[in-house]
């Protein structure tokens, strides 16, 4: 699959992997777009949020979401969590698909995010805390969602069992995260990005050797390329083993 911006001309090749055939590929999942990130606010020191609005590069920070929000489909579900949610803008996106929506960050106000939801007529509950110690119950979610957290964590086993544990027999987990290596760490550096490689510490290749080991299967994953064979963003819909 390719997908090319109006008149910016930044063509990105993006690939869909199906390993599970029951999970069937639907016509309108959630999306960013443009308009709906146009009055989200960076809402922490780490908020990407700005980037996602720029020319050119936006459309790449867009891209890398939507390729995993189209994993999804068009399932709903009765209860889901984002980890890391920063601005709510995946928040925003999957609200139509789920009945009880929640978010876990490290360092967002959870105050301000939920108020802006809110004002977009999204109700979410909004939390501080750690993958390491998701503050849920067992077997409480259907689906977490998790963009661009897992490069950050030394302990990211940890990180995955606990989205396990908190995640209902079958439940689906999507996991994006980018390509950890020099190439990446350069274009980081020339959008503005300073220090990535202290900040950037685990590889997708390193978390998805992880899978098998914390009781994960994958169901379908998406990479996005800049060009074939060159991976810029790695997504995977995971399934929690059944009970």
Known sequence: MQTRENDNQVLFYSEIKMTADR????SSPPQLTPGLLADFPKNSPTDPIEYYRTPLIGHFFRERINLGLRLLGERHYSKALEVGYG?????????PSVDDLHGVDLDADADAAEALLRARGCVAKLIRGSVYELPYEAAEFELVVCFSVFEHLHEYEQGLREVVRVLKPEGSFLLGMPAVNLMMEAGFRLIGFKGIGDHHVTTPQAVARAFERVGLGVAREARLRLVPGVSLYFNWLLQKAGG
Do not use: H, Q
């Not at 999970?23 to 639907?26: D, K, L, Y």
């Not at 601005?87 to 609200?95: F, K, Q």
């Open 23 to 26: 999970i069937m590929p639907t």
């Open 87 to 95: 601005s709510g803008a995946v928040l925003s996106a999957i609200a």
